[in-house]
């Protein structure tokens, strides 16, 4: 009997995969086990090993939040490459201000003619750059952010694998306990039946018959008790795991009994290399190399400067101050503005950025390092 829950906590434990008939098309994934008006007391539906797992994928929120960081980054990534072409600052203002006449010449009115009568004053502009040439600044940024994307997509695939291993490791110990159950079950009535003619031999006064084999069958009957409570125990935890990640509340699984998995190994070198190819996290540190060479190559790029085009405009418009049209006249109240031009801007913080660079380079050198341990972790794994 102790073999038998050690047979259960394998199961539990590792998910040894089982072929049945509960391996099936996927139908459309159920979500209850009755309807709103119908009697809850109403036979469970049996649902399958692949409607679970379509139900998992539509219902489980560690998937759903998998799928939105996905969106996230892809998010990232169309920010990297739209918005440094459009870092543009609009600005508007009203106000008043005292009445001023008169010309560059001549004006009866002071400096700060604040005893005169206050008229409206109206102002808006807008200025920003696009950038031309950066020295492969923005090419790392969307390098970085496509690297994202990359690890946020590889990081659903992983969270959907690891998913539906779950759910076939909490089905197949669900099946493994019912099973075991059914066996205990026969046989607990045989060891009862045995014990009930064991006393009456006893009763009977037969030479034949030993006490003590009274004792070692109640020992006997005591541990099939305890082993079937612990099957029971099992398929609780498993009934709520698959409840967990699938939402299904109310179900059975088909009567079908595990049978054995015929399978030819390969050589070990072949599993290693399927693994370092397909595993998604090896993928993920791979987009981390990415992404971190991705900074690397933009701190460098800092020690040159940016290149761009510079745009501005501006108006304003003040009825109570008298408009000078020459444009060698400075107007605080009433002016337009237009400007173009090519601008460069370039951070001097050499040895800030030269730290700086130091430590990227020292950061992709650790997730260099930390990808050759998952690769030989992962070695050892398979």
Same mark, same amino acid.
């Given at each position: 009997?102790?073999?038998?829950? =050690? ?29 709103? !008006? ?70 009866? !009115? ?11 004053? =109206? ?19 969307? !390098?970085?952010?496509? +690297? ?21 490791? +909490? ?14 079950? /026969? ?12 006393? /009456?031999?006893? !009763? ?33 935890? +498993? ?13 059975? =699984? ?89 601008? +460069? ?38």
């Amino acid at each position: 009997m102790r073999r038998l829950v =050690v047979l259960i906590l394998a199961f539990a434990t590792l998910g040894t995969p089982s072929v049945t008939a509960a391996d099936g098309p996927a139908p459309s994934p159920p979500t209850d086990g009755g309807t709103d !008006d119908g009697p809850q007391s109403a036979e469970p539906p049996v649902v399958s090993l692949s409607e679970f797992i379509e139900s998992a994928r539509h219902s489980y929120p560690g998937l759903k939040a998998a799928h939105h960081r996905v969106t996230a980054a892809n998010a990232r990534l169309s920010e990297a490459r739209w918005s440094p072409y459009f870092q543009f600052t609009a600005n508007a203002a009203f106000g008043v201000a005292p009445e001023q006449t008169g010309s560059p010449i001549f004006s009866r !009115d002071s400096q700060l003619p604040v005893d005169n009568a206050w008229r409206p004053v =109206v102002g808006m502009g807008i200025e920003g750059a696009i950038p031309l040439w950066t020295f492969g600044k923005l090419s790392a940024l969307r !390098d970085a952010a496509g +690297a994202g994307v990359d690890a946020a997509k590889e990081g659903e695939d992983l969270s959907e694998s690891k998913l539906i291993l779950d759910v076939r490791r +909490a089905y197949f110990g669900l099946e493994l306990a019912l099973d075991i159950q059914q066996m205990l079950d /026969e046989g607990q009535g045989k060891l009862e039946s045995a014990e009930a003619r064991l006393a /009456e031999r006893l !009763d009977d006064g037969d030479p034949e018959v030993n006490p003590s084999d009274t004792y070692r069958l109640a020992t006997t009957l005591a541990e099939v008790r305890s082993r079937r409570a612990e099957s029971e125990k099992f398929e609780r935890a +498993a009934r709520d795991a698959l409840t967990a990640m699938t939402g299904i509340e109310r179900f059975e =699984v088909p009567e079908c009994p595990l049978a054995p998995v015929h399978y030819s190994l390969e050589e070990a070198p072949k599993y290693v290399s399927r693994a370092e190819q397909f595993r998604p996290e090896l993928k993920m540190i791979k987009a981390g190399i990415k992404a971190r060479q991705a900074q690397s190559d933009a701190t460098n790029a800092q020690f040159l400067p940016d290149l761009a085009l510079a745009l501005s405009a501006s108006y304003s418009y003040s009825p109570g101050i008298t408009d000078q049209r020459n444009p060698f006249i400075y107007d605080r109240g009433n002016y337009q503005n237009l400007q173009a031009g090519l601008v +460069a801007q370039w951070k001097l913080d050499f040895v800030g950025n030269l730290k700086r660079a130091d430590r990227a380079g020292a950061e992709l050198a650790e997730t260099r390092a930390q990808a050759e341990e998952a690769r030989t972790g992962i070695a050892l794994e398979v």
